[in-house]
């Protein structure tokens, strides 16, 4: 394939961040991660507890490593398996760090999710993992939960990179930034250097369209079923267009003129979860310069093979965004009640997974003992 029918090559010429969303210790090992790195422009990592549960559960690729754990608590155990495939994927993409000018080759690292309602255990555990993980181009991932927004403020203020994750509605974005720029104004009152404290706000797309085409259904009529596909890229669009406003505004003028730089919008859930929709939908229509997509690496793959890349598809389509929002909350769905269920899902099933984590890592250490 040549250059310039690269999709991901053409993505990334657009202003597009591509990262990976997963991790494991297979991929480190075997060399896939530097090899997507070169073959898929991808400048960055996110992980979860789903992510990590998947990996322990799958192969033997941590057997040594919870051989040299056994005995261990499982808590203390989980914490040195992760932070140490962190630490690994973050030296593999150093390179990209340092040629970016710090702004990608980032891999994050969460926050145990059971702290989701908990802002000082969250400011403890970020401020640890932070200093366990010991690499400039970590960011840790805090959720955007009520309780979660004081923590990312603190968080920031310490001069630590932050990943804002589990974002759904347009106000709590807001809120997002918010607490990202009162971050960045106590890290300069600290006397931090803004340049290199890295944030992005993780806004979720897939779960919307789910949670929206389900109730469409429901109502079952025509106009309602015509609307099936087009909730989470207009919450997006929209979401954008809020970030476009804090970026225009005199708070985030006196950061950046102190060297900080913009809490980029990462699209977060782009793998496609209805077969009947494009696979590439959520790359292909929310192609801006400045943002980042995540894909799980199905979505990767498949965009590296029929991506499409034609222009921005983000900027100036708010009020379309808009419109297409009242036309759903018109059939009596409540864009606010969605956006809610889903913040509290996610932490249910984050939870989950690390519950999972936890078990699968104490078998292993039961087995290894």
């Known amino acids: 394939m040549s250059e310039q029918a690269n999709p991901t090559k053409r993505l990334s010429e657009a202003g597009v961040a591509i990262w990976l969303d997963d991790l494991s210790r297979e991929r480190l090992d075997t060399g896939n991660l530097a090899e997507l790195i070169k073959t898929r422009d991808v400048v960055g990592v996110t992980t979860n507890p789903t992510i990590f549960a998947g990996a322990?559960?799958?192969?033997?690729?941590?057997?040594?490593?919870?051989a040299e754990l056994a005995g261990t608590d499982v808590e203390a155990a989980v914490e040195r398996i992760t932070t140490d495939d962190v630490?690994?994927?973050?030296?593999?993409?150093?390179?990209?760090?340092?040629?970016?000018?710090?702004?990608?080759?980032?891999?994050?690292?969460?926050?145990?999710?059971?702290?989701?309602?908990?802002?000082?255990?969250?400011?403890?555990v970020a401020k640890r993992l932070w200093a366990t993980v010991g690499r400039p181009n970590v960011m840790i991932k805090i959720p955007a939960t009520l309780e979660g927004l004081p923590a990312i403020t603190a968080v920031l203020?310490?001069?630590?990179?932050?990943?804002?994750?589990?974002?759904?509605?347009?106000?709590?974005?807001?809120?997002?930034?918010?607490?990202?720029?009162?971050?960045?104004?106590?890290?300069?009152?600290?006397?931090?250097d803004l340049a290199p404290i890295g944030s992005v706000a993780s806004f979720f797309v897939s779960r919307v369209d789910s949670e929206v085409d389900k109730r469409l259904e429901a109502v079952?009529?025509?106009?309602?079923?015509?609307?099936?596909?087009?909730?989470?890229?207009?919450?997006?669009?929209l979401a954008y267009a809020a970030y476009e406003e804090?970026?225009?505004?005199e708070r985030w003028s006196a950061l950046a003129a102190a060297g900080a730089r913009p809490q980029r919008p990462l699209?977060?859930?782009?793998?496609?979860?209805?077969?009947?929709?494009?696979?590439?939908?959520?790359?292909?229509?929310?192609?801006?310069?400045?943002?980042?997509?995540?894909?799980p690496e199905k979505t990767l793959d498949a965009f590296a093979d029929h991506g499409i890349v034609l222009a921005d598809t983000v900027t100036g389509t708010a009020g379309t965004a808009a419109a297409t929002i009242a036309a759903i909350e018109a059939h009596g769905i409540s864009m606010a009640d969605v956006t809610q269920l889903l913040e509290d899902e996610g932490v249910v099933k984050f939870e989950k997974s690390w519950d999972e984590l936890l078990a699968t890592t104490q078998a292993g250490l039961d087995t290894a003992g």
């Open 267 to 295: 699209w977060a859930s782009t793998g496609v979860k209805n077969p009947d929709y494009r696979d590439t939908m959520y790359v292909d229509e929310l192609v801006v310069d400045g943002v980042v997509n995540t894909m």
């Open 157 to 192: 203020a310490e001069g630590i990179s932050v990943n804002v994750t589990l974002i759904f509605s347009i106000d709590r974005y807001k809120a997002v930034m918010d607490a990202f720029l009162a971050g960045l104004e106590a890290a300069r009152e600290n006397g931090h």
């Open 87 to 124: 630490r690994a994927a973050a030296d593999v993409l150093r390179g990209v760090y340092d040629r970016s000018g710090t702004v990608d080759g980032r891999v994050s690292i969460e926050v145990d999710p059971r702290l989701a309602r908990d802002t000082e255990a969250t400011i403890a």
């Open 56 to 66: 322990l559960s799958q192969g033997d690729a941590y057997a040594t490593a919870l």
């Open 220 to 237: 079952g009529s025509e106009d309602a079923l015509a609307l099936r596909g087009h909730a989470a890229i207009a919450n997006a669009r």
């Open 246 to 249: 804090v970026l225009a505004g």
